[in-house]
């Protein structure tokens, strides 16, 4: 079974750039979450998809975060214009359903902001 | 809110055992789990607790304290790959989960 397949794996962007990270959660996995984690620290959830429905963002910086879950299964997250302070890991999940207690990590996207 | 709290390092030489210990407050519980985390990888799920009691599955070991809001995770035997980060992430009542700050082990020799 394949497991939570992220893109790119690194990215390095000057600040005011646009960037996108892709996620395309484990077959079957109704729930996907976006994490940030930046170093020493643990995730930190941004958003929370049940199928195409986002029912958790309030931890999403709209002004400059989006996401999307089109079809309920793969998954985008932008951010424009980015700043330095988003320099961090960012990490995609799926879990069967929000019910289900064992999320599966995709391997992150490291951002890096110059 | 939530607040857990975890030691940030300890070390353990090779062999022996270690408690990771990890305290919580929440408002309602549905859980309490870790996972663990290598440099640079995805965390990966080790043990879930919702009621009182020691877990135990292989080497290592998950136990719950729910009136004390405590848990620990115990390993034992020691292995260097053991040298990792351990997350302690708890499922509130109507909230996601929210992960502590972690505790970076190193296993020396």
């Known amino acids: 079974e394949a497991g939570v397949v992220q893109s790119p794996r690194y990215k390095i962007i000057e600040k005011k750039q646009p960037v996108a990270f892709w996620c395309n959660p484990i077959?079957?996995?109704?729930?996907l979450y976006w994490y940030l984690q930046n170093l020493g620290q643990g995730p930190e959830l941004l958003i929370r998809y049940e199928n195409e429905e986002a029912v958790d963002d309030s931890q999403l910086p709209k002004d400059r975060f989006s996401a999307e879950r089109l079809k309920g299964v793969d998954s985008t997250l932008k951010i424009q214009p980015a700043e330095l302070g988003d320099s961090a890991v960012y990490l995609c999940?799926?879990?069967?359903?929000?019910?289900?207690?064992?999320?599966?990590f995709g391997p992150g996207t490291r951002l890096t902001v110059t | 809110g939530q607040n857990i709290d975890q030691p940030t390092e300890m070390t353990a030489t090779e062999g022996a055992i270690v408690q990771i210990n990890c305290t919580y407050q929440?408002?309602?519980?549905?859980?309490l789990f870790w996972y663990q985390q290598h440099a640079g990888e995805a965390p990966t799920f080790l043990s879930y607790n919702v009621l009182d009691g020691l877990e135990e599955k292989g080497r290592f070991s998950s136990f719950l304290s729910r009136s004390k809001g405590y848990s620990y995770l115990l390993l034992k035997e020691l292995q260097m790959k053991d040298s990792a980060s351990y997350l302690c992430?708890?499922?509130?009542?109507?909230?996601?989960?929210?992960f502590g700050k972690g505790t970076r082990l190193s296993v020396i020799a």
């Open positions: 929440t408002s309602g519980f549905n859980g």
């Open positions: 077959s079957g996995h109704n729930t």
């Open positions: 992430a708890v499922k509130g009542g109507n909230t996601p989960l929210v």
């Open positions: 999940a799926s879990s069967l359903d929000s019910g289900t207690y064992e999320q599966y």
